[in-house]
């Protein structure tokens, strides 16, 4: 199994930056990939991006050129550097990891973009 421990959100203005972490312990060897998904209220969760093993990324549509996503192997974390925050940003923040075909989740942090 592997846990993960997101943080970083909070409320912060459009135009705006936050930083969020995804720490991995457990069975963390072999993880594939990890990503960041969100769910705003009455939406479905969907990607917003994602790093592989070997540091491929991609990235959804709507927050290319404004989020990267980044990972500290030796820290087993993972990072998505958010800049440009709109409104439309607002949602919980989830990481996953992918290992050997099974999902694992986090418990989410908020994220609220005010106008």
């Known amino acids: 199994q592997v846990q993960l421990v997101e943080s970083g959100g909070g409320l912060v203005q459009a135009g705006g930056s936050l930083r969020l972490s995804c720490v991995a312990s457990g069975r963390i060897f072999s993880i594939n990939a990890m990503g960041w998904y969100r769910q705003a209220p009455g939406k479905q969760r969907e990607l917003v991006a994602r790093i592989t093993s070997g540091g491929s990324t991609n990235y959804a549509d709507s927050v290319k050129g404004r989020f990267t996503i980044s990972r500290d192997n030796a820290k087993n974390t993972v990072y998505l550097q958010m800049n440009s925050l709109k409104p439309e940003d607002t949602a919980v923040y989830y990481c996953?990891?992918?290992?050997?075909?099974?999902?694992?989740w986090g418990q989410g942090t908020q994220v609220t973009v005010s106008s």
């Open positions: 996953k990891s992918e290992r050997y075909g099974v999902a694992s």
